[in-house]
């Protein structure tokens, strides 16, 4: 099966631009994440979709971020405006359910963004 | 707070030998726990999950431990190759779903 598809694979902009990344779950997936994760540490989760619902944003830094998963498949997370400390790569990822504690994630390859 | 860490030194074995990597919660009893690997410029992978009345979990050369007295998980790799090199995270499950990782623990296994 086709896995998580995620675009682009790398985004340079300055700071205060915005940018935004798309993401295609696998098939059948309800549940969406997306995922911030900095160099040298774990991913962060930033949003957690069930099918076109938002189950969980506490961590999504909502005057600048923003996400939508519009007829529940695919979603776009958008930045705007880009801080310095938003370089990561930022990771999609998606599940069957969201079955507590035994949901397996699987991931995209992320996107790498970088802010000047 | 409740956390979930990881050894954030690299790891650094002999081919051959068993890889050992080390998961530590606090705060709270998670009853799953999951984990992943991640190669440079890819995301995490899905490799075991164990639940909390599991104390050990296998799958080919990967063992899982699961410790709840000590709070603790441990990884291990047996008869560990040069492809087994990258990083691997421990996370566990929130009621919602959402996984909370640790920082991860780089392994590189040298020939």
């Known amino acids: 099966e086709a896995g998580v598809a995620q675009s682009p694979r790398y985004k340079i902009i300055e700071k205060r631009q915005s940018v935004a990344f798309w993401c295609n779950p696998i098939?059948?997936?309800?549940?969406l994440y997306w995922y911030q994760q900095i160099l040298g540490q774990g991913p962060k989760l930033l949003i957690q979709?069930?099918?076109?619902?938002?189950?969980?944003d506490s961590q999504l830094p909502k005057d600048r971020f923003s996400a939508e998963r519009l007829k529940g498949v695919d979603s776009t997370l958008k930045i705007q405006p880009a801080k310095l400390e938003d370089s990561a790569v930022y990771l999609c990822a998606s599940s069957f359910s969201r079955r507590r504690g035994g949901n397996i994630q699987y991931f995209g390859a992320g996107t790498r963004l970088s802010v000047l | 707070s409740q956390k979930i860490e990881q050894n954030s030194e690299a790891l650094n074995i002999q081919e051959g030998k068993t890889a050992t990597l080390t998961c530590n919660y606090t705060n709270y009893s998670p009853a799953y726990l999951q984990w992943y690997r991640q190669d440079p410029g890819r995301g995490p992978v899905f490799l075991l999950l164990i639940r909390e009345n599991e104390k050990e979990k296998r799958k080919e050369r990967l063992k899982v431990t699961f410790d709840t007295t000590l709070k603790q998980s441990l990884f291990h790799i047996t008869a560990s190759q040069p492809a087994d090199s990258a990083t691997y995270l421990c996370?566990?499950?929130?009621?919602?779903?959402?996984?909370?990782f640790g920082q991860g623990t780089t392994l590189q296994v040298k020939p």
């Open positions: 979709f069930q099918n076109n619902g938002v189950v969980d």
């Open positions: 098939s059948g997936h309800a549940t």
């Open positions: 996370a566990r499950s929130s009621n919602t779903g959402k996984l909370i």
